[in-house]
């Protein structure tokens, strides 16, 4: 989880860049930049877990590349969300606190798999809150929590704008000659 926050970090980062020089924020482009940065992958995987995470940390689009049957991913953040630095800290702690949530299921889990094991600590670990501790239990690893269940990906549709049904080419001429009829009978009326 934590790889995502940096992840995340590092995307808006990069978005902010490519805004500032109004490029179209291809995801292909961030990825690239967000792994030259960090010396890690940036995966679509990883960009669906943190819109599973927090939804409306971005906005996405598939746009069908002109002169190709290619899609590509279009990546958004509005102007609010970047207007100043508490807000860019404002979008990492939403993200952070989801994680956090997380990450206190997996120790909960952990402290009553262990009380089954060892009983006598029952007493010990059935008011124990990481909060008030200010840490997690000492034989809990956070980091072992790496992928958490609630986190699956969104399904991001890459398929080309669905299944359009492919027409001949004399149906394609008729249907382009009937709407030509149409509009020069309505210019024709115009004058008229």
Same mark, same amino acid.
């Given at each position: 989880?934590?790889?995502?926050?940096?992840?995340?970090?590092?995307?808006?980062?990069? #978005?902010?860049?490519?805004k500032?020089? !109004?490029?179209?924020?291809?995801?292909?482009?961030?990825?690239?930049?967000?792994?030259?940065?960090?010396?890690?992958?940036?995966?679509?995987? =990883?960009?669906?877990?943190?819109?599973?995470?927090?939804?409306?940390?971005?906005?996405?689009? *598939?746009?069908?590349?002109?002169?190709?049957?290619?899609? #590509?991913?279009?990546?958004?953040?509005s102007?609010?969300?970047?207007?100043?630095?508490?807000?860019?800290?404002?979008?990492?702690?939403?993200?952070?606190?989801?994680?956090?949530?997380?990450?206190?299921?997996? =120790?909960?889990?952990?402290?009553?798999?262990?009380?089954?094991?060892?009983?006598?600590?029952?007493?010990?670990?059935?008011?124990?809150?990481? #909060?008030?501790?200010?840490? *997690?239990?000492?034989?809990?690893? $956070? =980091?072992?929590?790496? =992928?958490?269940?609630? #986190?699956?990906?969104?399904?991001?549709?890459?398929? $080309?704008?669905?299944?359009?049904?492919?027409?001949?080419?004399?149906?394609?001429?008729?249907?382009?000659?009937?709407?030509?009829?149409? !509009?020069?009978?309505?210019?024709f009326?115009?004058?008229?």
């Amino acid at each position: 989880m934590k790889n995502l926050l940096n992840l995340q970090r590092t995307c808006d980062d990069t #978005i902010m860049f490519l805004k500032k020089r !109004e490029r179209v924020l291809n995801f292909d482009d961030i990825s690239a930049s967000v792994e030259a940065c960090i010396k890690r992958t940036f995966s679509l995987t =990883h960009f669906c877990q943190l819109l599973s995470a927090v939804p409306t940390l971005y906005t996405y689009e *598939w746009r069908k590349v002109s002169g190709s049957s290619k899609q #590509i991913l279009v990546i958004d953040v509005s102007d609010e969300d970047f207007k100043t630095t508490e807000c860019r800290v404002k979008r990492t702690n939403a993200l952070r606190s989801v994680f956090l949530k997380i990450t206190e299921e997996y =120790h909960t889990n952990f402290l009553k798999k262990l009380v089954s094991k060892r009983p006598a600590l029952k007493d010990y670990l059935s008011d124990f809150d990481p #909060i008030a501790h200010k840490s *997690w239990y000492h034989e809990f690893d $956070p =980091h072992d929590v790496s =992928h958490a269940p609630q #986190i699956k990906p969104v399904s991001l549709s890459d398929k $080309p704008c669905a299944a359009r049904r492919t027409e001949s080419i004399s149906d394609f001429l008729k249907r382009n000659r009937s709407s030509q009829k149409k !509009e020069s009978f309505t210019k024709f009326s115009m004058l008229s």
